[in-house]
């Protein structure tokens, strides 16, 4: 298990304020070192000549760039890893073409998909939605803090230390029950780019987040 997982990560979206490139620029001049590139409704040549320039960019500044889905695309242009939902291909298959170094996440509504997750050999887990987004079109079960709580509870009574990424229509107003609750990190997308300034936001966040998972884990151990 990779041992750097962020604990903000940036998921790209359509947005009538930023485009995808000025997206991942803002975020990262704003200290965010995650990026997963999600363009689901663009053709496969729009997607890489994005993917290239992003990659670019993100090298130059030390952060990663997780390719969503697209596991051919993410060998071929040499990006961090990948992002795999449940109707995409196997954790597993993707490591063979991928090889050990790459970063491979997936996404878990369940304790079970945690479990298979787990087992297929992926480096942290998404789980989500925590509410409603309209950022999916197919959408899992909502979870709310109730779903998060039990799952990870889940978790530590069968010895699963994995890092999970809370997804799903978050807002920083969620991060303190998240964070207690004993979730590792988390996924945002609408909210940072409905923001006039994505960078300033991005900065918001991860000083937040900063104090909540540090004073979380002093309160564990």
């Known amino acids: 298990m990779k041992t750097n997982i962020a604990r903000l990560h940036f998921i790209t979206s359509p947005s009538e304020k930023h485009n995808i490139l000025s997206q991942i620029q803002q975020v990262v001049m704003g200290g965010g070192n995650w990026i997963q590139l999600r363009m689901k409704e663009e053709a496969e040549k729009e997607v890489e000549k994005t993917a290239v320039q992003a990659l ?13 889905d697209r596991v051919e695309l993410a060998a071929r242009i040499g990006a961090d890893g990948v992002h795999l939902g449940k109707e995409d291909m196997a954790p597993t298959e993707a490591r063979e073409i991928l090889g050990p170094q790459a970063v491979i996440g997936g ?21 989500g939605p925590f509410r409603f987004t309209g950022t999916k079109k197919k959408l899992s079960p909502v979870l709310g803090i109730e779903g998060y709580e039990q799952i990870i509870q889940q978790c530590e009574q069968n010895n699963i230390h994995i890092p999970i990424i809370a997804i799903g229509g978050l807002t920083p107003e969620d991060f303190n029950e998240l964070f207690d609750a004993g979730i590792y990190g988390v996924a945002l997308s609408s909210y940072i780019n409905q923001q006039d300034q994505p960078g300033a936001s991005t900065l918001e966040l991860l000083k937040t987040i900063g104090k909540l998972s540090s004073s979380n884990w002093r309160r564990k151990h």
């Open 56 to 68: 670019s960019f993100c090298m130059d500044n030390g952060a990663k760039l997780i390719i969503n």
């Open 107 to 127: 996404t878990a509504n369940t304790f079970e998909d945690i479990k298979r997750l787990v087992s297929q050999g992926v480096d942290y887990v998404g789980l």
